[in-house]
């Protein structure tokens, strides 16, 4: 059994050849031109149960192969469709670029459950098609555009994923009336945990310990395999446990992600994470995204560096970081850039932008 690997600069095309081959019993991959797969990779043994194959965001490095069997995602499906009530001929409206696994993960839901997969295209949005989104943050952020313009709908749920949903962003889709379902999740480990509205909680089937505030995972979702990475497992009392690195605090069952573990920066003696001074600068209103790194410096091992996406100027920024974060957290060079890097679900790559 070897990789399929499907490459079609058409959504539709791309995922209904994906669909055609894993129902031939091959194990499809969506991938760009843009980034061929090395031969070696392609001659990978893959396991028994292998069923679907999917390329990591790719937020730094080279892109990684997450390899799972069919159960490991439709073991989802059932509290999906229940908790965003759909039936089957319902529409599921799904924009993310093809090569995404949230792409990929849309289309076999769609045909295991009978839903009609909507692919949104130039020429017909299809909003009035479908019931529920499956979005990134950026692609919500389009959406509510379509509606503030008028284009017609007939949504009443968006499920939203790949990155943090600031709180403004879910603010408009609820004015918009729209109800919205946050949850957390990684290639790897599928989806980890969700907010209905009571908090980010575990999702079903997925039992959680949190160690050194990094979360591991029992789950019925965990891929088979990583091509060319590693995903750190463990076994604890005969249970195997899984983690990408995030970091988290728990209060009643609700997890609040921290963001990942590594890319710490160690400035002064104390140690930073990005993620943390990122929320920070995407709370602030006239910032559309950000990207926090360390960088060598002779004094301090490294410094924290901002790049922002928005119209911010840096004395707002400087006076923003001063009364919301310590001193060894506020970024000691800033640059604006007119659009960070992002991935095909909508992350931003973590890799210096070209304009800086």
């Given at each position: 059994?070897?990789?399929?690997?499907?490459?079609?600069?058409?959504?539709?095309?791309?995922?209904?050849?994906?669909?055609?081959?894993?129902?031939?019993?091959?194990?499809?991959?969506?991938?760009?031109?843009?980034?061929?797969?090395?031969?070696?990779?392609?001659?990978?043994?893959?396991?028994?149960?292998?069923?679907?194959?999917?390329?990591?965001?790719?937020?730094?490095?080279?892109?990684?192969?997450?390899?799972?069997?069919?159960?490991?995602?439709?073991?989802?499906?059932?509290?999906?469709?229940?908790?965003?009530?759909?039936?089957?001929?319902d529409?599921?409206?799904?924009?993310?670029?093809?090569?995404?696994?949230?792409?990929?993960?849309?289309?076999?839901?769609?045909?295991?459950?009978?839903?009609?997969?909507?692919?949104?295209?130039?020429?017909?949005?299809?909003l009035s098609?479908?019931?529920?989104?499956?979005?990134?943050?950026?692609?919500?952020?389009?959406?509510?555009?379509?509606l503030?313009?008028?284009?017609?709908?007939?949504?009443?749920?968006?499920?939203?994923?790949?990155d943090?949903?600031?709180?403004?962003?879910?603010?408009?889709?609820?004015?918009?009336?729209?109800?919205?379902?946050?949850?957390?999740?990684?290639?790897?480990l599928?989806?980890?945990?969700?907010?209905?509205?009571?908090?980010?909680?575990?999702?079903?089937?997925?039992?959680?310990?949190?160690?050194?505030?990094?979360?591991?995972?029992?789950?019925?979702?965990?891929?088979l395999?990583?091509?060319?990475?590693?995903?750190?497992?463990?076994?604890?009392?005969?249970?195997?446990?899984?983690?990408?690195?995030?970091?988290?605090?728990?209060?009643?069952?609700?997890?609040?992600?921290?963001?990942?573990?590594?890319?710490?920066?160690?400035?002064?003696?104390?140690?930073?994470?990005?993620?943390?001074?990122?929320?920070?600068?995407?709370?602030?209103?006239?910032?559309?995204?950000?990207l926090?790194?360390g960088?060598?410096?002779?004094?301090?091992?490294?410094?924290?560096?901002?790049?922002?996406?928005?119209?911010?100027?840096?004395?707002?920024?400087?006076?923003?970081?001063?009364?919301?974060?310590?001193?060894?957290?506020?970024?000691?060079?800033?640059?604006?850039?007119?659009?960070?890097?992002?991935?095909?679900?909508?992350?931003i790559?973590?890799?210096?932008?070209?304009?800086?």
């Open positions: 059994m070897q990789i399929k690997i499907i490459n079609d600069s058409s959504a539709a095309d791309a995922l209904s050849a994906a669909l055609a081959a894993y129902a031939e019993g091959d194990v499809p991959l969506i991938v760009d031109s843009r980034a061929p797969i090395a031969d070696d990779v392609l001659q990978h043994e893959l396991p028994a149960a292998a069923a679907w194959a999917a390329l990591t965001s790719g937020t730094t490095g080279a892109p990684k192969i997450v390899v799972r069997s069919a159960a490991s995602w439709q073991i989802a499906f059932e509290p999906l469709n229940a908790e965003l009530g759909l039936c089957s001929g529409g599921l409206w799904m924009p993310v670029h093809q090569v995404s696994s949230m792409a990929l993960f849309s289309a076999a839901w769609a045909q295991s459950s009978g839903l009609d997969l909507v692919i949104p295209k130039a020429e017909d949005p299809g098609r479908a019931v529920v989104a499956h979005v990134t943050p950026s692609w919500l952020e389009r959406l509510l555009e379509m503030d313009i008028g284009q017609n709908s007939t949504l009443h749920t968006v499920l939203v994923g790949g943090r949903l600031p709180e403004d962003l879910m603010h408009r889709a609820q004015i918009a009336g729209l109800r919205v379902v946050t949850y957390v999740g990684a290639a790897e599928s989806l980890v945990a969700w907010d209905r509205g009571d908090g980010m909680r575990a999702f079903e089937g997925v039992a959680t310990r949190i160690v050194d505030n990094q979360l591991w995972v029992s789950s019925p979702q965990i891929a395999d990583v091509i060319g990475g590693n995903l750190e497992r463990e076994v604890v009392d005969g249970v195997e446990w899984a983690t990408v690195g995030d970091r988290v605090a728990e209060q009643n069952g609700v997890l609040e992600f921290l963001g990942r573990g590594d890319g710490a920066v160690l400035t002064a003696g104390a140690t930073v994470i990005p993620a943390e001074v990122e929320a920070v600068l995407n709370s602030h209103p006239q910032i559309v995204g950000s926090v790194m960088q060598p410096d002779a004094v301090l091992g490294q410094r924290v560096v901002a790049w922002v996406e928005g119209s911010a100027d840096r004395a707002q920024l400087r006076d923003w970081v001063r009364s919301r974060l310590p001193k060894a957290a506020r970024p000691v060079k800033w640059h604006t850039v007119e659009k960070l890097q992002r991935t095909a679900s909508g992350k790559r973590r890799v210096v932008p070209e304009e800086a």
